[in-house]
């Protein structure tokens, strides 16, 4: 088992969906202790959203959930009752963090709002994720992952041209932008706890972080005062740069051509000796000036090839390329990722042995070792009477009065 670098750190973790709970994950990973706190009778959205194992509904059975939950300890509570109140005010004296990502006002309602908390645990760490940050003109405004996309022109950017937005086909701003940008302030703030021994306060913006991963359209407005059109996997500097129709059923590959001599390695391998003798094509600009040209020439081509073969011969010769694959190449086919042992293997009291993604990076050449997501509800006796000293009874007397889901 690789160290736990993270053991010790403990989280009161009220997150929810997808961007909260992933940036949670990351330190549970590493050993941290997340109390994830959630509800049965307003239960988890990704946990009642699936995908799920065996198309069989179930708010255990969810690979979403599972996979943004991956070592936590769930304790369900009715979070409106005064009782799970007192609970997680006995839960966040032994906290670190407080890690929240609803929308302003919300923890506050739960008698969870940063004075409160504070006044419990001085040095605490809170955390909170809304779309547009705790103040401002709209900060009262809600989002998901697609709305994020919306209004921080990141779906604007996505789509072809002439055509209008479409987005980039997943939520991104849940699964990378927002998670990461949250632990890494978390780290951050628990340093500066470290070197100090003040908390702090996180007011994460959701729309600021995603807009911190989309850097080149900024630029290029602010230095031009032109805005970008949408281009689709077109390049506005390189020529060909697109994705290629590849011999089979909707087989594709990526191909970037970024120097005159990567332009002519490609001709090389791909018999266009016409175009490569053209002294107009010699450069990116001319290039980018025939590129639909140059792009029927380079499909023609590809037509005749699979996808794979087609990636190894330009590779071969220095050219960037790389097949368009799809879930079941990367989990099943890919032999990179298999021997890097990035997909983990995990087995789960309701769905079964299940495949995981790895923290993107080996430690001395070693993988962290992921631990299972929780069940609801799965841990709140064991938290309550291990970590705050309630007796069977009381845990018991809980139950019955609708406390513990």
Not at 62 to 88: C, E, H, P, Q, V
Not at 193 to 221: H, W
Not at 279 to 295: D, K, N, S
Not at 380 to 385: A, N, P, V, Y
Request: aromatic share 8%; hydrophobic share 40%; with cysteine.
């Amino acid at each position: 088992m690789f160290p736990q670098f993270l053991k010790g750190i403990r989280f009161a973790d009220l997150t929810w969906a997808g961007a909260g709970p992933f940036s949670t994950k990351l330190f549970s990973d590493f050993g941290a202790e997340i109390i994830k706190v959630e509800s049965g009778s307003r239960v988890d959205p990704v946990r009642a959203g699936g995908p799920f194992r065996d198309g069989i509904a179930g708010i255990n059975r969810s690979g979403y959930f599972a996979s943004r939950n991956t070592g936590k300890k769930s304790l369900a509570m009715n979070l409106k009752s005064r009782k799970s109140r007192d609970i997680l005010y006995d839960i966040i004296r032994t906290s670190d963090v407080v890690s929240n990502n609803f929308g302003p006002g919300a923890m506050e309602r739960l008698g969870l709002g940063y004075d409160e908390v504070k006044a419990i645990k001085p040095d605490i760490i809170y955390l909170s994720m809304p779309m547009y940050g705790e103040d401002g003109p709209l900060a009262s405004l809600l989002g998901v992952g697609m709305t994020i996309s919306a209004v921080t022109g990141l779906m604007w950017q996505t789509g072809y041209q002439g055509e209008g937005p479409i987005g980039p086909g997943t939520h991104f701003p849940d699964h990378a932008a927002n998670p990461y940008h949250a632990a890494f302030a978390i780290m951050a703030a628990l340093r500066h706890r470290r070197a100090t021994g003040r908390g702090l306060k996180i007011d994460l913006s959701q729309v600021e972080s995603t807009i911190n991963c989309m850097g080149l359209p900024f630029l290029e407005y602010a230095l031009t005062g032109q805005e970008r059109e949408r281009m689709g996997n077109r390049s506005p500097f390189h020529a060909p740069h697109n994705i290629f129709a590849c011999a089979g059923a909707d087989d594709w590959c990526a191909i970037a051509v970024e120097t005159d001599r990567q332009w002519q390695a490609l001709c090389q391998v791909t018999g266009l000796s016409e175009l490569a003798a053209d002294p107009a094509l010699a450069h990116a600009q001319g290039r980018l000036q025939q590129v639909e040209r140059i792009e029927q020439a380079v499909t023609q081509w590809t037509r005749q090839h699979g996808a794979k073969d087609v990636m190894a011969r330009l590779q071969a010769e220095g050219v960037p390329a790389g097949m368009v694959m799809n879930s079941r190449h990367l989990m099943e086919e890919d032999d990179q990722l298999r021997h890097r042992g990035y997909w983990q293997t995990l087995d789960h009291p309701e769905i079964g042995e299940s495949q995981f993604t790895s923290p993107p990076f080996l430690l001395d050449g070693e993988r962290v070792n992921l631990r299972r997501p929780p069940l609801l509800g799965e841990h709140s006796e064991d938290l309550l009477q291990q970590l705050l000293g309630y007796s069977a009874a009381q845990v018991q007397a809980l139950r019955d009065d609708g406390v513990l889901e």
